[in-house]
């Protein structure tokens, strides 16, 4: 009653920005919190990405009618000249190039997912549901794998995180859609120098031109942008150094296993002189003091 009666004006600051149909300005209310499951969305888009460069019957998908542009001198690792053209015929390929992708993860899974080889082996039932799960929108998610859902040990674990990133990567469209932007034109990352330097991928409003003060909004999107930056950028001396760190801090098994995974994608294509080669084919002669080593990493 009494407050109908008031006279008042509503006020828009920044009004140009809130109201743009472009952006959204968003203030961060409250502590930080982890996102969920932020470390296995990393491995798995970085999982699904690598059968994209590797897998033979993905990249013929890719390339039947034009449906992406690829770079054919490109090193096998390099994502920089790939994307995918948006019209019918990609949308018909797309459920294709999905099933291919979790049937390539299923039979060469990387380290960080090798739960899989051992679903596909011994709970055939269970592999077809996470299949299902993994590349069909049209059915929930409990639906689709149900004996997944039900096991309580299973459903509170890791395994459930690596589907759940999986399934919005292929069956919600998020991978097909980061992979239609051009790489340092709509997004990328703003390195050293810039006004408003990131690690993570931002926005770009044109060619090497970040967005400033902006971010996507959409974690995976944002997750997937910036793995496609650093594989065209590479990384900087500082950042290598960092990875390493991290890398060396693990276990014994973990540790040789991610190296000898990150060799066979990148050193063996980049490194044509077979003693230098030979140097840092084992994450055990890695020594970061040694500066003629760091160079050729």
Known sequence: GELERLRFV????ESDSILSHRRQLIY?????????GGKRRWQAIMAVLHVVRTSPRVQELLRQDENAVWAEREPPHRH????LVADEELARVLPLLYEELTESLFQDPPHSLRWMEGVRVEFPVLCDQIKRAA???SVSFEEAAPDLVADSALAGGELLDDVLAIRGLLAHGVLAHCLQ?????????ARAGAAHHKRLAVPFVAADTPSQRSEFSQPDVALIFTVLAYY???L??????????????TGPVARKETYAE????????????????ASIDLVTKIDLSNSVQLELL
């Open 232 to 234: 065209s950028d590479g």
């Open 80 to 83: 920089d000249k790939l994307r």
């Open 262 to 277: 990150w060799f066979e994608a990148c050193a063996q294509h980049e490194i044509a002189d077979e003693a230098e080669r």
């Open 181 to 189: 932007k051009r790489h340092r034109v709509e997004f990328g990352v």
């Open 236 to 249: 900087s001396h500082g950042e290598l150094r960092q990875a390493f760190d991290k890398l060396l801090a």
């Open 135 to 137: 590349t069909d929108a």
């Open 28 to 36: 961060a209310v409250g502590l930080q919190n982890r996102l969920q």
């Open 10 to 13: 509503d006020l828009f600051d």
